[in-house]
């Protein structure tokens, strides 16, 4: 078969047209669905991490298309369409323009990495909610700042994006990015002067078309980055959600959105305070019931306030003066957490512990830590303490 017309190249934005079915058969990599080769279509197969197009064929909902080397691009359908016929075909939109946006912000931010860092674009996938762009050098957030200002400053120029096919002889001496050597045509596009690339995708007719590029999020990959990028809506979606959440956190710190900051940071400050306040009245609660107990004396305390550490203190403290068993529970996460020391043997006597009142936990010979459930029987606990 010879390649299929493709008009989405011709014209990026034909929404609609209509095309002759030349062929239909089960689609071999989808049982019980069939592909439709058509003279021309403005579907866009998948390819080039640009998800392909959804639409219509006729009343049938197209759902997938692919193209293969043969150029043959194939439409996914659950029904046959009839052979010989005259179909109209109708794109997907919004889902399409949404694509356009992306693959064409992208394109622009990775001509300005490239050309402010030389960093390459290794990867580039369309996704959702996010694009991920793969870029080959370790960069930091200030130089991702920086581009994306720039690529910013593209999209507000609105500048003409232009694909075109040029001459071998023109390509040689062309700047033009690629993932691969291509064999057979190039076609090149040019985002605004910000990136001359091989690609193979639909694009908007201007910068200003992207709207905006977000960069959401950078992590380590591969000896670079990889980014996380919404262009168009989806980035606004995506502004739109943050100050949100910013208005949000800002409610609950009475501050401004877009100035929670500095409130969080006085709230750690404060936090800090807080546990140094409560290691030191810890410290001073181990140490008194240390001098009020006797050598030889078995206690059990249930107290309100410590934390696990406060209760392993007072236990320690303890017991190393009374020289005996000593227990200590307080009220903390879900249940009652205890610290538990015997001169004896403290693992088995956990383990009694636990079985006994549905409890958990354990430690070394000298001194275990747990928590039993928060209704547990405190008489019951303290009787079988001084008993066991
Ligand atoms: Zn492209």
């Known amino acids: 078969m010879t390649p299929t017309r493709r008009l989405y190249e011709e014209t990026p934005t034909l929404r ?61 359908t659950a029904h046959p369409l009839p052979v010989g016929t005259a179909l109209h075909g109708e794109i997907d939109w919004a889902r399409r323009f949404d694509h356009m946006q992306q ?37 930091t957030a200030d130089q991702l700042a920086r581009a994306e200002e720039l690529a910013n400053d593209t999209v507000q120029a609105d500048r003409p994006v232009r694909c075109w096919v040029p001459p071998r002889a023109e390509l040689a001496d062309l700047p033009y990015r690629s993932k691969k050597e291509i064999e057979g045509e190039v076609r090149l596009v040019d985002a605004g002067g910000a990136d001359l690339c091989a690609c193979c995708g639909t694009h908007v007719a201007t910068t200003g ?6 960069i959401l999020s950078a992590q380590h990959y591969k000896g670079g980055v990889r980014l996380a990028v919404a262009c168009g809506k989806r980035a606004c979606q995506a502004v739109c959600a943050l100050w949100k959440d910013s208005q949000r956190a800002g409610a609950l710190l009475s501050v401004p959105a877009g100035e929670s900051t500095r409130a969080v940071q006085r709230l750690l400050d404060a936090q800090s305070a807080d546990r140094q306040r409560l290691a030191a009245l810890q410290n001073a609660l181990a140490d008194r019931t240390a001098a009020a107990a006797a050598p030889g004396e078995t206690l059990v305390l249930f107290l309100e306030g410590p934390d696990p550490d406060g209760l392993r203190r007072i236990c320690l403290a303890a017991a190393q003066k009374t020289g005996a068993r000593c227990a200590v529970f307080a009220p903390g996460g879900q249940g009652l957490s205890y610290a538990l020391s015997d001169p004896e043997d403290t693992r088995t006597l956990c383990r009694r512990l636990n079985a006994q009142f549905g409890g958990r936990g354990g430690g070394k010979a000298g001194f275990c830590q747990g928590s039993l459930p928060a209704d547990a029987d405190r008489q019951a606990v303290e009787e079988f303490l001084r008993r066991a």
């Open 16 to 76: 609609a047209f209509d095309a002759a079915v030349l062929e239909c058969r089960p689609d071999p990599a989808a049982d019980g669905y069939w592909e439709t080769v058509l003279d021309a279509t403005a579907f866009y197969p998948e390819g080039g991490g640009q998800p392909c197009d959804l639409g219509l064929l006729g009343e049938e909902p197209v759902l997938a298309v692919r193209v293969d080397g043969d150029g043959v691009i194939r439409h996914r």
């Open 103 to 139: 693959h064409t912000g992208e394109h622009i931010l990775s001509g300005i990495l490239h050309s402010l860092y030389g960093a390459e674009n290794v990867g580039f996938h369309i996704g959702s909610p996010a694009v991920r762009v793969d870029v080959s050098l370790p960069l």
């Open 209 to 214: 078309q992207v709207g905006l590029i977000k």
